[in-house]
């Protein structure tokens, strides 16, 4: 989002020649307009990150064709069932899929990211890539177990079969790093 229209325009135009072909969220995200600009004036990948939440704003993207992939997130999308449902409909608008992760993501996150993506993957031409399940990476410490991670060469964990997300949560943790509580009730 670093970007105007047509600071993009001309870095896309130079880092072609070095082989870029895609850009995540190069300008402001509500700019529809100028998304679709790029679109149609450069013929490179534009992702759209950050200006996918919900429903509506994929269908605004889709309707001013303002992109041609988009990562959705679990933690920004609305939970599993909408990210799934986000993910069938950027499919059938015939755009890249690409299922991302919040820095710093604990396993019970990572965890709906590996379902997620099982789900997809009967579907053509189902997720071009896929990023998160970095455990303890950028985590000082999980509240969830076991570390849900990519393995070696990508391949995704095994999870827990079973009812729920495949993994446990520590309260003890939990409380460690708990600034605030509250109950509802």
């Not at 001309?10 to 679709?36: F, K, M």
């Not at 019970?108 to 890539?129: D, F, K, M, Q, T």
């Amino acid at each position: 989002m670093a970007w105007t229209v047509e600071e993009a325009l001309t870095a896309i135009r130079e880092l072609r020649t070095v082989g870029i072909e895609s850009y995540e969220q190069p300008i402001a995200a509500n700019d529809i307009a100028g998304l679709s600009r790029l679109v149609r004036e450069s013929s490179a990948g534009i992702l759209v990150d950050e200006g996918l939440t919900d429903r509506k704003s994929l269908q605004t993207l889709i309707t001013h064709r303002a992109c041609t992939a988009v990562n959705v997130r679990i933690s920004k999308c609305g939970g599993l069932v909408a990210a799934y449902a986000r993910c069938r409909e950027a499919l059938d608008a015939g755009l890249t899929l690409q299922v991302g992760c919040q820095v710093g993501e604990s396993s019970l996150l990572s965890a709906a990211h590996v379902i997620l993506l099982a789900a997809l993957a009967p579907l053509e031409p189902g997720v071009r890539y896929a990023e998160g399940c970095f455990g303890r990476h950028l985590l000082r410490e999980d509240p969830a177990s076991p570390s849900v991670q990519f393995r070696y060469g990508g391949r995704p964990p095994v999870l827990r079969a079973g009812p729920g997300l495949g993994v446990d949560i520590s309260q003890a943790t939990l409380e460690r790093w708990a600034v605030d509580r509250a109950c509802v009730s």
